[in-house]
């Protein structure tokens, strides 16, 4: 191993979800959806609720979680 080769981090990441982008606040692997469970790995996270501070395995899944608390604050 080189200098500028790591061992890539194993086990599930703790992000800050921000407006845009995200901030690994413990280095992993992957971040686990807040829906569905289903594992993410970091590089193909790309939908999360910063209020919520959740992440979401994919649009149709953070569409429905949006839905479910739009209806749990309106009713």
Do not use: H
């Not at 086990?11 to 469970?37: H, M, S």
């Amino acid at each position: 191993m080189n200098r500028f080769e790591r061992p890539m981090p194993q086990g599930e990441a703790v992000l800050q979800y921000l407006d845009g982008d995200f901030r690994i606040v413990k280095p992993g692997a992957y971040v686990t959806c807040a829906v569905t469970g289903e594992r993410i790995p970091l590089a193909d996270l790309r939908y999360w609720n910063v209020d919520r501070q959740e992440a979401y395995a994919n649009p149709e899944v953070a569409m429905r979680r949006y839905v479910e608390l739009r209806e749990a604050s309106s009713g």
